[in-house]
């Protein structure tokens, strides 16, 4: 059986479902909330590494708007300072060059980023990166075991759905 986006997200949401009628009152409800939301997020991630996956055409879009944001916030920061050094070398022409300098970098570091992804089901379809996953939302979520605990649980999750369709 083939295991997409769309098996992904229901099987993550399903468990996240049963884990929040099991644990019912046990954490507060801004735990919970983000205990499901790590959780699903999870159980949908591994599949970046696929090219054509729903999580890695987001992923990319994501990351080429922050890279648009960077690039523009370059832009207003540094016009002022890089201009007079520009002109020298370009002439006029220099109030073309910085805005496509900048778009041309931030399309490079993109393409760059989109590269060093692993291949699929490599390093990201492992234990280990649940674990990984799992530290990150621990700090991010203010040192909660709840939210760590649910994020490697949700990571799981996604790579025994992996495992079990590929038998059937
Ligand atoms: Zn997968």
């Known amino acids: 059986m083939k295991t997409g986006f769309a098996e992904h997200f229901i099987f993550g949401l399903v468990l996240a479902i049963i884990g929040l009628l099991v644990f019912n009152g046990s954490a507060s409800f801004t735990t919970s909330t983000i205990c499901v939301i790590t959780f699903i997020t999870g159980s949908i991630l591994p599949d970046v590494d696929c090219p054509s996956s729903t999580p890695r055409k987001t992923f990319r879009k994501l990351l080429a708007l922050a890279l648009g944001v960077v690039a523009i916030l370059f832009l ?15 002439g006029n022409s220099c109030i073309l060059f910085i805005p496509l300098a900048t778009l041309l970098l931030a399309f490079l570091a993109y393409k760059f980023i989109d590269k060093t992804i692993p291949s699929h089901r490599g390093i990201l379809h492992s234990p280990f990166s649940a674990l990984a996953f799992s530290v990150i939302c621990f700090f991010i979520s203010n040192y909660s075991i709840p939210v ?9 999750a996604h790579l025994a759905l992996d495992f079990a369709g590929d038998r059937i």
């Open 76 to 90: 207003y920061n540094h016009y002022n300072n890089i201009f007079p050094y520009c002109s020298t070398a370009f």
């Open 148 to 156: 760590a605990v649910s994020s490697f649980l949700g990571y799981l």
